[in-house]
């Protein structure tokens, strides 16, 4: 018999402590409990809204919504948050969930997260209601640890085929499963003389992938093995065992008081399997991110490297999400990315399929790229995109924007030039509240004709991204 995830959870908020000396863990079901009794104990439309927002965003345990790779649905199951700070440098969070959809796809994961909080000199106190210093402050940088494991297994993918001039007719589809263990760091450099303005931090990490491709079925296209060989689909035949060595570079300056804001980040990865499947290779990637804000004052609600999946905390330390905020923002900003990643290979191996980035919709991570196109239009072991983004609030947590983009993939590197792109346009909306995982629902057109796509993200808003599976 089947557990419903909401019986779950009220299980878990109603479980009175065990001990007559209240741990940390007891008091936060203590605090939970709390407020979802005063969060849901009203049935007006606003308390209901409310309620909701709470059972999804709440400490320790809380809903998990939100969507899988496209073709697979939406998900709900449970999740799990909790931290520990032992002194004053270390702050440690453990996050878990596990998920599932209604067309038999799922995920579970767990998560642990070590955040070093040294001491900050040259603190300063201000009065009660003094204003804050004109120069916009630079947000705290943290060295971070995360350790991770999770497996992901996926009912339907597309396949159309190797390459840019792949056709849609080629469609077929295939199931996967992929087991990742590892553990990656991110280690800032902003004390360093002479670099510091910069913002520089030292990324790695090193991780096990275990994948599994299995046939596909749909009513709509045929498996992908009646289709596809090893010849046109690399590693379709057998998959052994991957570990994954990466390292980078990422710089995070702005210049003109913040009016313009850059984020590099220059990585490669070593993937390395056995020598009979002839799959190892190496990947380099160049993303370039510029922002150019349109008012001084912009909440941030990007990812948080001290926050993991289940987290939507503000500050290292807190573990509160914020407010919905229901006023009329004037929030918005103007994007332009540059994004490039390509692979060698060496003595006659391959780039397994299952591993090479995609363009068209969504790419298997959920993020869009040329999103006018079918879901994984396009795969190949190099890829080039631009995205220009336009992106403005409309009232309290609904903005609108504007997304062109332009990109093609290609079997060899030295093909990444600005020639032959397929492009794209999207206008879309977002919802982004408070802490709740951001809401997207879009219009794109282009080469092959029109894509609308409703998602809602897999992690809380200010959660750090889960691992990617490519």
């Known amino acids: 018999m089947k557990t419903c995830p909401l019986t779950l959870l009220a299980l878990a908020l109603i479980a009175a402590p065990a001990f007559a000396q209240e ?6 079901l203590r605090r939970e409990r709390e407020q979802v009794a005063e969060s849901c104990g009203e049935f ?11 059972l999804a965003t709440a400490t320790p345990f809380h809903m998990a919504l939100g969507s899988l790779a496209p073709q697979n649905g939406f998900t709900f199951g449970l999740a799990f948050a909790e931290h520990y700070t032992p002194n004053a440098s270390w702050r440690i969070s453990w996050n878990a969930d596990a998920v599932g959809t209604p067309s038999g796809s799922w995920r579970g994961g767990v998560f642990m997260k070590l955040v070093h909080t040294p001491a900050t000199a040259g603190v300063v106190v201000r009065q009660p209601g003094s204003p804050s210093p004109a120069s916009a402050i630079a947000p705290r940088e943290f060295a971070v640890v995360d350790i991770v494991a999770q497996t992901i297994s996926l009912k339907t993918l597309n396949y159309f085929g190797p390459g840019q001039q792949s056709l849609e007719s080629g469609r077929s ?10 553990a990656s760091a991110i280690y800032p450099l902003s004390g360093v003389p002479g670099i510091g303005v910069l913002h520089p931090a030292l990324v790695g990490g090193v991780t096990g992938r275990f994948v599994t491709i299995r046939p596909g079925s749909s009513d709509k296209a045929p498996s992908i093995e009646q289709v596809y060989t090893d010849a046109t689909a690399p590693g379709l035949s057998e998959q052994d065992p991957f570990v994954e060595f990466r ?3 990422r710089i995070k300056p702005s210049v003109a008081h913040g009016w313009l804001q ?21 990947r380099w990637t160049v993303d ?3 922002e150019i804000p349109l008012y001084r004052r912009v909440s941030s609600t990007g990812p948080r490297a001290f926050n993991g999946p289940n987290e939507c905390a503000q500050a290292s330390g807190s573990s509160a999400c914020p407010p919905v905020q229901w006023s009329r923002n004037r929030e918005g900003s103007i994007g332009f990315r540059i994004f490039l990643t390509g692979s060698s290979v060496s003595n006659g191996d391959q780039v397994p399929f299952y591993f090479q980035p ?20 396009f795969r190949g072991p190099n890829l080039i995109m631009l995205q220009e983004r336009l992106e403005h609030a409309l009232w309290g947590p609904f903005g609108v924007y504007l997304v062109a983009e332009q990109g093609k993939v290609s079997a060899d590197p030295g093909d990444l030039n600005f020639s032959d792109l397929a492009a794209s346009t999207t206008v879309g909306l977002t919802l982004r509240a408070g802490g709740f995982p951001m809401v997207n629902l879009s219009f794109s057109w282009g080469g092959e004709g029109h894509h609308v796509i409703g998602s809602m993200n ?5 959660g750090s991204a889960r691992p990617s599976l490519y």
Do not use: M, W
């Open 23 to 28: 741990s940390q863990f007891a008091a936060d």
């Open 44 to 54: 007006a439309p606003k308390a209901l809204a409310g309620c909701g927002y709470t």
């Open 173 to 182: 589809v295939f199931g996967e499963q992929q087991t990742l263990v590892g």
């Open 247 to 249: 390292e980078g570079l």
């Open 262 to 282: 850059f984020d590099y980040l220059v990585s490669a990865q070593q993937f390395r399997t056995s020598d009979e499947t002839r799959s190892s290779f190496t």
């Open 288 to 290: 370039l991110q510029h």
């Open 358 to 377: 995609t363009l068209g919709g969504s790419d298997i991570n959920g993020d869009q790229r040329l999103a006018s196109y079918q879901d994984y239009r």
């Open 458 to 462: 897999a992690t809380l808003l200010g």
